[in-house]
Antibody
Framework: EVQLVESGGGLVKPGGSLRLSCAASGFTFSSYSMNWVRQAPGKGLEWVSSISSSSSYIYYADSVKGRFTISRDNAKNSLYLQMNSLRAEDTAVYYC??????????????WGQGTLVTVSS | EIVMTQSPATLSVSPGERATLSCRASQSVSSNLAWYQQKPGQAPRLLIYGASTRATGIPARFSGSGSGTEFTLTISSLQSEDFAVYYCQQYNNWPPATFGQGTKVEIK
């Protein structure tokens, strides 16, 4: 069974940092591009970042560019999101989601259960 | 950036009735459109990709249509488990992937 499990969320002060992880299982992780998508409380979905299967291609939403860094460790079947200079507007549930192939520019399936990041003083 | 607009914001439907949800793109996205279902406290689930291809395990009562800028998700006969929020997403002009604001399907 394909499974994605996020961790690392929590309460952080504005300007602080947090590192999210996504543990993948049930598929050949190194063959798929991966993504982070977030959802602010009571709001819709916002794409955050994507990384290709070999980490050759990385993309960010303008809202997080320069503050967030996506990475992956194919040996550990893990996806990461390093979040620095956090702002109140970064408060959201963060989902990791798989691309359907090694290429980017696709739909997302499946999604993890999400991890909540709260930025507040 | 392509803006996706969904309508209506809320759709009140009785169980067993048909539901029709709309999604409009600010410019053509060809058939590069996906639909997701999200229930409270759960992650989104892929329903449709390529505008009309059902994802694995999705019941036949869900169907997608459209191309270019106008898309429709139809649920032919609403079941109790179908009451949820539905999002469309374009992946034609990327990055960024962009989502609609969602349509909530509620019990009438």
């Amino acid at each position: 069974e394909v499974q994605l499990v996020e961790s690392g969320g929590g309460l952080v002060k504005p300007g602080g940092s947090l590192r999210l992880s996504c543990a993948a299982s049930g598929f050949t992780f190194s063959s798929y591009s991966m993504n982070w998508v977030r959802q602010a409380p009571g709001k819709g979905l916002e794409w955050v970042s994507s990384i290709s299967s070999s980490s050759s291609y990385i993309y960010y939403a303008d809202s997080v560019k320069g503050r967030f860094t996506i990475s992956r460790d194919n040996a550990k079947n893990s996806l990461y999101l390093q979040m620095n200079s956090l702002r109140a507007e970064d408060t959201a549930v963060y989902y990791c989601a798989r691309d359907p192939s090694s290429s980017l520019n696709n739909w997302f399936d499946p999604w993890g259960q999400g991890t909540l990041v709260t930025v507040s003083s | 950036e392509i803006v996706m607009t969904q309508s209506p914001a809320t759709l009140s439907v009785s169980p067993g009735e048909r539901a029709t949800l709309s999604c409009r793109a600010s410019q053509s996205v060809s058939s590069n459109l996906a639909w997701y279902q999200q229930k409270p406290g759960q992650a989104p689930r892929l329903l449709i990709y390529g505008a009309s291809t059902r994802a694995t395990g999705i019941p036949a009562r869900f169907s997608g249509s459209g191309s270019g800028t106008e898309f429709t998700l139809t649920i032919s006969s609403l079941q109790s488990e179908d009451f949820a929020v539905y999002y469309c997403q374009q992946y034609n002009n990327w990055p960024p992937a962009t989502f609609g604001q969602g349509t909530k399907v509620e019990i009438k």
